[in-house]
């Protein structure tokens, strides 16, 4: 777990009781608590970012992956991208990613 830093926190006094009533160790159980809460939060912050993603990835797409792996450095046994690989994708504005039909390629 690595090193540990006391900190002071204010809670109301029935929250306290309502903890010592299930809980003897309100250190453990705060910190469980709060990784929870961590947790919860970066899950929404990264369900925000797929339904808003940010402008340069958009971008990005448009750019299109073949021009996109041209960029990247020549490596001279295996390459790190396959643009051959895969399947064709775009970003739809106010839809999100999409599989990309003939039409668009």
Known sequence: MGSTTRVTVTL???LVEEIDRIERNRSKFVLEGVRRELRRRRRAALRRSLTAPHP?????????????????????????????????????????WREADSSCL
């Open 56 to 96: 340069e990835s958009g971008d990005l797409a448009e750019e299109g992956l073949i021009e996109w792996s041209e960029e990247l450095p020549e490596e001279k046994e295996s390459p790190l991208v396959d643009p051959d690989a895969g399947v064709a994708i775009l970003w739809v504005e106010g839809e999100g």
């Open 12 to 14: 109301p006094a029935e």
